[in-house]
């Protein structure tokens, strides 16, 4: 088979490794071990980088979570911005609103959380002054960097309005290697890097945020952090224990439908191979078994503990033979994952899962006017149901789709992964967890392995509202009985090509028995890499 992007092989290193979706972004990280750091002092500098290069995944403008694990434990970060003080749900549905805007709009603007993510993180576990941390990035923004070919395809397929909004950057991103420099995003870096968080948001970016929203957002809505440490959620699935973050994000789906595939091997009923159209059938069933209700459960309240054990309850919902066509949430999102595992100078093992994200590709296509930095549009998660937990208001975090993914062994580092994909992370990381976990597949089998997910059935936004259930999308190397498989199944089944980024972009680094790191970067994100030494 001729493949559009080759896959990539395991990488293995004896003392660290770092995986993202753009390369010069893991370059940045593994220049913060070259320098005697840890793995979160790497984490921070890998996201500092491609939230300069890769503006259309992710940014200081969006939000982030983070597993770390360090001697034994696991700690969660939610480091999601909440709505402003001026959030109105009222006046949207007055003015006809319905649903939240999606783009354009600075309603969907929530506080950005990242910065305070990134703060949160080297407090609690940094090692390396932030100054060194953020060098890469700063010099990647001010010096400039080549637009990758995602990035520079980006620009043509704005409409004229975010066009303008965003011409900064692609007027210069405007074909693969293009130089792009970022010199407001170089001062913000440069600034935060020598007075903390404050001088993003107290400084030159928290002003323009808030003469952007018109009274959307005032001086005290950023005055407090949006990073808090958070107990994670955790289910012993596959023999080990897979870690998440808990709500206001959707990670507790992963955690639920690996609960009934767990349960489906135990009975005796899970097939031995992942090629098979049943293998495919019976994830696809765990997944909207557990994800059906989401929107109806999910807010930043809810108890994930119980609705991983609801959902763990839930397996006469999965019809071993047959399609149950349920509804599924589906919709798209761009993001970035990346991961980094390292032993310190004293032989201890970090690991550090981390996602950030602007919602929506470039996010609400808003840029903030004093650093050129796009705002995300996280609070289309919200909704304009009077009354709902998830409704819009101030001081409110929306539902979120970021999941990041951890697993321990009898308490020690066993692997840290996670995806992009908006409402299909849970599907992704399920499929990815299955493979490494219950298969035992290396890092490069499970990530380069074709892939399903559901998508709407007109428009796919429409999962939830439309009359019939989910297309299952077949990436085009998939087992090849999966089409024909799944359509017998009672299935309604679309394919695309191969390595088709539409199926996320997947990183994994694993801790071997015997000793040395085992990663992959997913071929999807074409610039991406794991590298280490």
């Given at each position: ?11 293995r ?10 390369h ?41 979570f983070?597993?770390?694990?360090v001697?034994?434990?696991?700690f969660?970060l939610?480091?999601a ?28 603007v ?19 002054p ?41 007027d ?33 970016f ?23 440490w ?11 224990d ?62 994930g ?13 999965v ?20 991961c ?9 093992m ?25 705002l ?58 299955t493979?490494?976990?219950h ?6 089998m ?8 559901l ?12 009359a019939s259930?989910p ?25 695309t090509?191969?390595w ?28 991406g ?5």
């Amino acid at each position: 088979m001729t493949y559009q992007h080759p896959p990539r092989i395991t990488v293995r290193a004896p003392q660290h490794l770092v995986a993202s979706a753009d390369h010069l972004a893991t370059t940045a990280g593994n220049e913060m071990f070259a320098r005697g750091g840890n793995a979160v002092d790497a984490a921070i500098a890998t996201n500092a980088a491609i939230a300069v290069t890769g503006p259309h995944l992710c940014g200081m403008g969006g939000d982030l979570f983070a597993l770390v694990h360090v001697d034994g434990e696991v700690f969660a970060l939610n480091a999601a911005g909440q709505a402003g003080s001026g959030a109105d749900a009222h006046a949207l549905r007055s003015q006809g609103f319905t649903e939240m805007p999606f783009k354009l709009d600075i309603r969907s603007v929530t506080v950005p959380g990242c910065v305070d993510g990134w703060a949160a993180l080297h407090e609690r576990f940094g090692s390396l002054p932030l100054e060194v941390i953020l060098a890469p990035a700063i010099q990647l923004a001010s010096a400039g960097f080549p637009a990758s070919s995602l990035l520079a395809g980006v620009g043509g397929r704005l409409d004229p309005t975010s066009r303008a909004n965003l011409a900064e950057l692609f007027d210069q991103a405007t074909a693969p290697g293009s130089l792009v420099r970022r010199p407001g995003v170089a001062l913000a870096l440069a600034d935060l890097a020598a007075g903390g968080r404050d001088t993003f948001y107290r400084g030159a970016f928290g002003d323009g945020l808030i003469q952007l929203g018109d009274g959307l957002f005032t001086e005290s809505d950023l005055e407090t952090s949006q990073a808090t440490w958070v107990t994670p959620l955790t289910a012993s699935v596959f023999g080990v224990d897979l870690h998440t973050v808990g709500p206001s994000t959707q990670g507790y789906l992963t955690l639920g439908s690996a609960h009934l595939i767990d349960q489906l091997h135990t009975s005796g009923e899970f097939p031995a191979d992942p090629n098979s159209d049943e293998w495919a059938h019976l994830l696809i069933e765990a997944s909207t078994a557990a994800g059906h209700d989401r929107p109806d459960r999910l807010h930043q309240h809810a108890d994930g503990a119980a609705l991983v054990a609801e959902i763990a309850g839930r397996i006469d919902q999965v019809d071993r033979e047959q399609a149950s066509n349920r509804w599924a949430p589906d919709r798209d999102g761009d993001t970035t994952y990346l991961c980094t595992a390292g032993r310190s100078g004293d032989g201890r093992m970090m690991g550090v899962s981390l996602i950030q994200s602007n919602a929506s590709g470039l996010g609400s296509h808003l840029v903030e006017p004093n650093t050129g930095i796009n705002l995300h549009n996280r609070g289309m998660g919200f909704n304009l149901h009077p009354g709902h937990p998830a409704e819009l208001g101030p001081g409110r975090c929306p539902p979120h789709t970021l999941s990041a993914a951890l697993a321990t062994r009898d308490g020690e580092l066993l692997s840290v992964f996670g995806t992009m994909g908006g409402d299909a992370q849970p599907q992704i990381l399920l499929q990815v967890a299955t493979r490494l976990f219950h298969h035992g597949q290396s890092p490069g089998m499970a990530i380069n392995a074709g892939r399903w997910a559901l998508k709407g059935p007109e428009t796919g936004f429409d999962t939830w509202t439309a009359a019939s259930g989910p297309t299952v999308s077949i990436e085009g190397h998939a087992a090849g009985s999966w089409i024909s498989g799944l359509r017998d199944r009672g299935h309604m089944v679309s394919s695309t090509g191969p390595w088709d980024s539409g199926f996320g972009h997947a990183h994994a680094i694993v801790v071997e028995p015997n000793g040395p790191l085992a990663g992959a970067a997913d071929p999807r994100t074409i610039v991406g890499s794991c590298a280490g030494r």
